[in-house]
């Protein structure tokens, strides 16, 4: 009996949004450190220069970084007739590591690329690319690297491509052995991305594949207009609001449900857990030095009541509802829309002056590149400290402290 590709794919989807959401509850804070590093746990071992104005341990920006990567060039003679599918899955922190996986899959196998369609964990939940990136900037920016088309062309129907699963961080050998024998054999592929684990540390050896990478990861997705008009008109407003900060503010990765899921339970005999809640947040920030004035942005969609300690402490606490502009209500926080929310906290939260991950998973792993790519390197790893207080400088993430994230493979 046949079988619909369509069905196999929905079925792969399913399986691979499961798995993700798995990894996200039951992944330790910072399983990325190998074992020699789990003494120290979340605590990166290279100070920074902290300088404490407006009431808190606030850091100055360092100098944006310059990218190491060389483009590639793609003669016209290795083009290839077949096409390289795929969607984009899950929210932000995903789609930069499916962008650089389709990327490296396609320039190894001389493939175009289709422009992906982004679907959320609900099935309904399903929009063109062009509704949150800007499209005419990701065929630009790849121009030269991998022939990128919107659309499959008529001639070739879904039910001909054949599905291989990748994993995140795909490798040459993983594409040689597994994906490239199906695309010469059928034609054409979809890939379907699964994350085996949220580790984004560099590699102790670069691979030919590195500056496709770099370039899918941080050089290919921008914003179209609108969405990033309201990143940073809440940017603005918060910026705003923190006057008596010099206008810098604190992005908290803090979700109610997800903290829900996790149960926020820790290993009492370690100094991180999985998560954090609104208390233990607030309890962390006033130690190492911030004060009542402070501004705080929560990625929570909506005030709940949990939230009243942190707010407590720290009354400048805010969450999209309150600083989202009026007019952009209503088609960025309605139920439906749960995607562009993820989108507005992953970009908001790469811009804020100081990034606090209260959760564990792949948004910590790649907001905290993005930063380090822009000189944001002020990454606060929550912990329980027993005294009264503590040095800021002790709870950097060790992405930046080890300069052992990616990023630091992508940028000089």
């Known amino acids: 009996m046949a079988v619909d590709p369509r069905q196999v794919l929905a ?3 399913t399986i691979t949004m499961f798995v993700m959401l798995g990894d996200m509850i039951k992944r330790d804070h910072f399983d990325s450190l190998s074992v020699e590093d789990s003494e120290a746990s979340i605590h990166g071992t290279r100070k920074q220069s902290l300088v404490s104005n407006g009431g808190g341990p606030w850091k100055q920006d360092a100098e ?11 003669e016209e003679a290795d083009e290839s007739q077949g096409y390289v599918a795929f969607s984009l899955t899950n929210g932000p922190e995903y789609h930069v590591s499916q962008i650089a996986d389709a ?3 396609a320039r190894y196998l001389r493939a175009t690329l289709v422009l992906p369609d982004i679907r959320g964990s609900d099935p309904a939940d399903k929009r063109k690319f062009e509704d949150v990136y800007d499209v005419a900037q990701f065929v630009k920016n790849l121009d030269g690297v991998v022939k990128v ?16 699963k990748v994993p995140s961080r795909v490798t040459e050998e993983h594409i040689a052995d597994n994906i490239e024998p199906v695309f010469r054999s059928k034609g054409n592929v979809r890939l379907a991305t699964y994350f085996p684990s949220v580790n984004m540390k560099k590699t102790k050896e670069n691979s030919n594949i590195d500056s496709i990478a770099c370039l899918g990861m941080f050089g290919t997705l921008e914003l179209q207009p609108e969405v990033n008009g309201v990143v940073e008109s809440m940017v603005e407003r918060l910026r705003t609001l ?15 449900d997800i903290l829900e899921k996790k149960g926020c339970q820790g290993n009492s005999d370690s100094k991180s857990k999985s998560c954090y809640g609104p208390q233990e947040i607030a ?6 030095g911030f004060n009542k004035d402070t501004t705080i942005y929560l990625t929570q969609p909506r005030w709940d009541s949990s939230l009243d300690a942190l707010k407590d402490l720290f009354p400048r606490t805010y969450t999209k509802e309150s600083i989202m502009p009026i007019d952009k209500k209503a088609k960025f926080l309605d139920n439906e829309n749960s995607e562009l929310e993820k989108v507005v906290d992953f970009y908001l939260c790469s811009r804020s002056d100081v990034f606090v ?5 792949l948004f910590y792993a790649n907001v905290a590149g993005k930063r380090i790519a822009s000189g944001k390197t002020q990454i606060l790893v929550p912990a329980d400290i027993s005294g009264s207080s503590a040095s800021s400088t002790d709870y950097i993430s ?3 402290s080890k300069k052992n994230h990616f990023a630091y493979s992508c940028f000089c």
């Open 357 to 361: 991950p209260a959760i564990s998973g």
């Open 64 to 74: 944006s970084l310059n990218s190491c990567w060389t483009k590639p060039s793609l």
């Open 242 to 256: 923190s006057r008596k900060s010099n206008g810098q503010f604190i992005a908290v990765d803090l979700r109610v």
């Open 149 to 164: 088309e919107k659309s499959l062309p008529s001639k070739v129907s879904q039910r001909n491509l054949a599905v291989v």
């Open 103 to 105: 990327v490296v899959i």
């Open 398 to 400: 060790h992405y930046v």
């Open 283 to 288: 309890m962390f920030l006033r130690k190492i």
């Open 11 to 13: 079925g792969v989807l």
